[in-house]
């Protein structure tokens, strides 16, 4: 890929670790995945959920960039936190939307996201 690509890359993953805003923030990683899965089609932006790994009654659903053909993958990037529940069978569902935030275990630098998907150009 062109250094172009690179270049609004850093500028777009930056901008949303750099200044996050959290009126925007789940629309803004919403059009940043769809962007990325747009440009870099040899990899994908994909949400994964973590059903009450960090708290109880909370559901995350995690931005993750993943390599199809490695299998490896950078992330998370960022998370959408919702609640959820049990019903009485015992089927978990998830409840209202509440925040889109970076992760506490630490932001994936610019430059690694960067490097990542330079590894994996096809």
Partial sequence: MVGIIWDELAHRYGNLILEPSPETAYADWEAFRAWFNVTFCYLDCFLEDAWNE?????????????????????????????????????????????????????????????????????
Avoid: M
């Fill in 54 to 122: 960090h708290a109880e009654g909370e559901t995350r659903l995690e931005y993750y960039v993943r390599s199809p053909k490695s299998k490896q993958e950078v992330g998370p990037l960022a998370y959408d936190s919702y609640s959820n529940h049990c019903d009485a069978k015992g089927v978990w569902h998830l409840g209202a939307y509440g925040y889109s935030r970076l992760p506490e275990e630490g932001v994936i630098e610019v430059a690694s996201l960067v490097a990542f998907c330079k590894q994996h150009d096809i």
